[in-house]
């Protein structure tokens, strides 16, 4: 498999993943897993592109559609200020995202787990794969989320699942 982390690579032949996590650990803890990918047909070539904060993140996204196609983000909600007065989140990151890519599979990946805030991502940004931090997925499972998710599945962890169906039964 053939590994491409050079912004100026052509990308329209392979598959772009932006990486938008604050915690520079796990995110590059993630990056590893996606190198780590079964080889796939589809997956023969890699960009994983990273963003620590919704500015970088910004600039990722509108650089990417510019000269490719943006194929998968695993979304963290929880992002570093972009300036003092006002913090901007994953949400409005993925609002942006299916305003300028909106062919792009999203994955969130977040330690929010409250009802009202799943509710509110599902609603806001439709992700294709919906995952809670809370130490149920391992590595090999995360590699299999992925997989799924690029190959056109959708995944959400059962906390999701059950907000989803709590959700329908109150309607």
Excluded: W
Aim: glycine letters at 6%; a positive charge; proline letters at 2%.
């Amino acid at each position: 498999m053939s590994m491409r982390n050079n912004p100026t690579d052509n990308i329209e032949n392979g598959n772009t993943i932006l990486i938008v996590e604050d915690n520079v650990l796990l995110s590059d803890a993630i990056e590893m897993m996606i190198k780590l990918l079964p080889v796939k047909e589809s997956l023969k070539k890699i960009e994983i592109r990273k963003a620590t904060d919704y500015e970088s993140g910004v600039v990722n996204i509108l650089e990417i559609a510019k000269r490719g196609c943006l194929d998968t983000v695993i979304l963290d909600i929880n992002l570093g200020k972009l300036d003092k007065n006002e913090k901007k989140t994953g949400l409005e990151l993925g609002v942006l995202i299916r305003k300028h890519t909106p062919k792009t599979k999203i994955i969130v990946f977040t330690s929010h787990c409250d009802e009202l805030r799943i509710n509110t991502i599902l609603k806001s940004i439709k992700p294709e794969g919906f995952l809670i931090k809370d130490g149920n997925t391992d590595h090999n499972k995360f590699q299999e989320i992925v997989l799924n998710v690029i190959g056109g599945k959708i995944y959400y962890s059962d906390a999701v699942v059950e907000v989803m169906h709590k959700k329908t039964q109150n309607k």
